[in-house]
T-cell receptor, first 115, second 112 residues
Framework: DTGVSQNPRHKITKRGQNVTFRCDPI?????LYWYRQTLGQGPEFLTY????????KSRLLSDRFSAERPKGSFSTLEIQRTEQGDSAMYLC?????????????FGPGTRLTVL | DAKTTQPNSMESNEEEPVHLPCNHS???????IHWYRQLPSQGPEYVIH???SNVNNRMASLAIAEDRKSSTLILHRATLRDAAVYYC?????????????FGDGTTLTVKP
């Protein structure tokens, strides 16, 4: 396995601009998660997919955030009209879930800075 | 979601064992206990998980209290590369498995 990859690794944008991040999970992993992490805190759950279906969205995820996983493989997270409060590390994780518990494998993250 | 409580920070000397505690008094019968760690500038990394019995793998051991209200991650010989933030989380069994709440974890400092 090559691991979970995320692109870009860093993104600097101006307030009000739209940004899109990509996550490529481990091959054949059926679940994909998005988290947000700010400095000094643990990851906060945003949303997750099983195959192409988005099963849950956190209430932290405002209408400006949208995520897709169109073919059940890679996923994109888009933030519209970015605000300074969106500055954070955005983490993606994938897992192979067949029932029971779920062990996640994380990517290196995309660090977003909104000026 | 059931919550966990961990000390903010711990220190250890290199090559000595480290015991990282976690309290989870509201754990339910189907919650698994997972540990992840996050090295500086990296995403979290899976360490170990268990349900009721103690578990060992190449990275660490997990000791689970008989009443399951607490657990301890054991690093048998700490190295400088073990310096990280360690997260203890509860992961429910079933469809919601993986939808877990991370706290702020324990920052482990390893002294040479």
């Amino acid at each position: 396995d090559t691991g979970v990859s995320q692109n870009p690794r860093h993104k600097i944008t101006k307030r009000g601009q739209n940004v899109t991040f990509r996550c490529d999970p481990i091959s054949e992993h059926n679940r994909l998660y998005w988290y947000r992490q700010t400095l000094g805190q643990g990851p906060e759950f945003l949303t997750y997919f099983q195959n192409e279906a988005q099963l849950e969205k956190s209430r932290l995820l405002s209408d400006r955030f949208s995520a897709e996983r169109p073919k059940g493989s890679f996923s994109t997270l888009e933030i519209q009209r970015t605000e300074q409060g969106d500055s954070a590390m955005y983490l993606c994780a994938s897992s192979l879930y067949w029932g029971g518990t779920d062990t996640q494998y994380f990517g290196p993250g995309t660090r977003l800075t909104v000026l | 979601d059931a919550k966990t409580t961990q000390p903010n920070s711990m220190e250890s000397n290199e090559e000595e064992p480290v015991h990282l505690p976690c309290n989870h008094s509201t754990i339910s019968g189907t919650d698994y206990i997972h540990w992840y760690r996050q090295l500086p500038s990296q995403g979290p990394e899976y360490v170990i998980h268990g349900l009721t019995s103690n578990v060992n793998n190449r990275m660490a051991s997990l000791a689970i209290a008989e009443d399951r209200k607490s657990s301890t991650l054991i690093l048998h010989r700490a190295t400088l590369r073990d310096a990280a933030v360690y997260y203890c989380i509860l992961s429910p069994e079933g469809t919601n498995a993986g939808k877990s709440t991370f706290g702020d974890g324990t920052t482990l400092t390893v002294k040479p």
